[in-house]
Nanobody
Framework: QVQLVESGGGLVQAGDSLRLSCAPS????????VGWFRQAPGQEREFVAG????????NIADSVKGRFTISRDNAKNTVYLQMNSLKHEDTAVYYC????????????????WGQGTQVTVSS
C-alpha cells in the first residue's frame, strides 16, 4: 500500500505564497504521476496541477495558471506545489494523489490519496 504524506498548508493573507509538499512512501509504476486537487466547502473536488516523475511533464489548471507551479525533486522523492499570489478563492483542502500513466484531470483516475492539507487565504 502506498501512502502520500502532504505538508505545507496554513493560514495566509491574500497575495502571500505557500508551498505544499507531497512525498509518496514509495515510488512505483502506480505512482508515476502525482496530482494536486482541491476541495472548497460545498464544492466538488477540482484538479489543480499534475506532474510525471519521469520527464517532468506537467499540466496546470487554467484557474491557477500563472500563479501556481508544480515541480518534483527526484532525490527527495517529493512533489511540490508552489502557490503564489494567493486569493481568497484558493481557500480549500488540498489533496495529493497518485496514479500510473499520464497526468489526468479526473479525480477518479487516481488510485492513491493523501489526507489533505488545509489552505486558508484571508482577504
Amino acid at each position: 500500500q502506498v501512502q502520500l504524506v502532504e505538508s505545507g498548508g496554513g493560514l495566509v493573507q491574500a497575495g502571500d505564497s505557500l508551498r505544499l509538499s507531497c512525498a509518496p512512501s514509495r515510488r512505483t509504476f502506480s505512482t508515476s504521476t502525482v496530482g494536486w486537487f482541491r476541495q472548497a466547502p460545498g464544492q466538488e473536488r477540482e484538479f489543480v496541477a499534475g506532474i510525471k516523475w519521469s520527464g517532468g511533464g506537467t499540466n496546470i489548471a487554467d484557474s491557477v495558471k500563472g500563479r501556481f507551479t508544480i515541480s518534483r525533486d527526484n532525490a527527495k522523492n517529493t512533489v511540490y506545489l508552489q502557490m503564489n499570489s494567493l486569493k481568497h478563492e484558493d481557500t480549500a483542502v488540498y489533496y495529493c494523489a497518485a496514479r500510473p500513466g499520464i497526468v489526468s484531470t479526473r479525480q477518479y483516475d487516481y488510485e492513491y490519496w493523501g489526507q489533505g492539507t488545509q489552505v486558508t487565504v484571508s482577504s
